[in-house]
């Protein structure tokens, strides 16, 4: 089996609708495919109803976290989107985002960047919007070559000229929320130092004491000696380890499929979570 635990769609910052994005995962032979937007579940229904027969949908969604002023994501698998607490907080950090953005651009155009609130919107359409759109906005304007040359200090990675605070969960409370709904918790990337600051051990070591389920050790921004690393850290503390794209369609070079989690991790999650279950293709529309 093939399975790919972290991608988005426009739901999100993904280029690939909800519905885009399983054919195409089909299409890259994948079996299994999770649907983690950030902070929304919006493409659920869509990416459910065009789902092809022999792909299954694991519905998730990325969580906007920070601790210690470190900014990270809290991967949610298969909980339940009507639960009333979970629900609300990812409204809370969803409502943030447009402020937010709308904070960047100003500083932008401060620095003579002649971005606009519409051009980002456009980019955004419905999904929610994010660093990733105007990243893309900047590229457009010739700014930058790419979007991962606009995470830098100089523009839009953590404390940089133009970055701007949102509401993110502290972790401990998403992974108290996630289990509340019946979910299952892996924290995202962890390593990804090009990002910015990361987590130190001993805070994975507090959330994994505090129920997180597991790592996203198999990932872009990990080379071969991090996933060396997080693999015996998950080892220590009897976390799951997963592997997934972060799929983000053309936004991103990184390809559906290019890391894939162990079938024996994935049955285990499936076990784990009693909030939802994972929905098999049947034939889409």
């Given amino acids: 089996m093939r399975i790919d635990l972290h991608c988005h769609s426009t739901a999100s910052d993904g280029t ?17 495919v999770a649907l983690t937007d950030h902070d929304t579940t919006r493409g659920y229904a869509e990416a459910i109803g065009a789902l092809p027969k022999g792909l299954t949908l694991v519905t998730g969604a990325e969580l906007s976290c920070r601790i210690d002023g470190i900014s990270m994501h809290m991967l949610a698998y298969l909980f339940d ?17 447009v402020p937010r953005a709308q904070g960047m651009v ?10 606009t609130w519409e051009q980002v919107a456009r980019i955004a359409g419905d999904g929610s919007v994010g660093r990733p759109h105007v990243a893309t906005a900047l590229v457009e304007l010739g700014v930058v070559p790419t979007v991962d040359d606009a995470f830098t200090p100089d ?15 502290d972790p401990f409370e998403a992974i108290r929320l996630i289990k509340g709904a019946g979910g299952v918790a892996v924290f995202a990337h962890p390593a990804a130092a090009k990002r910015g600051r990361t987590v130190p051990e001993s805070a994975i070591a507090e959330m994994a004491a505090a129920g997180l389920d597991g790592i996203e050790v198999d990932h872009m921004d990990h080379d071969a000696d991090t996933r060396a690393r ?16 972060d799929y983000h369609g053309s936004r991103k070079t990184v390809s559906l499929g290019a890391n894939t989690t162990d079938p024996e991790v994935y049955g ?10 994972p929905v098999p293709g049947a034939g889409g529309v």
């Fill in 16 to 32: 690939d609708s909800p519905a885009e994005l399983v054919r195409n995962a089909a299409a890259a032979g994948l079996d299994v």
């Fill in 81 to 97: 989107p009507e639960e009333p607490a979970l629900l609300a907080e990812r409204e809370l950090v969803r409502d943030d985002r």
């Fill in 106 to 115: 100003a500083r932008l155009q401060e620095l003579g960047v002649p971005v």
């Fill in 155 to 169: 523009w839009l990675a953590d404390g940089g000229r133009v970055f701007v605070e949102k509401h993110e969960t």
């Fill in 230 to 245: 997080l693999r015996g850290l998950a080892g220590e503390l009897g976390l799951l380890v997963t592997g997934s794209s």
């Fill in 268 to 277: 285990e999650i499936t076990r784990r979570a009693t909030g939802a279950f």
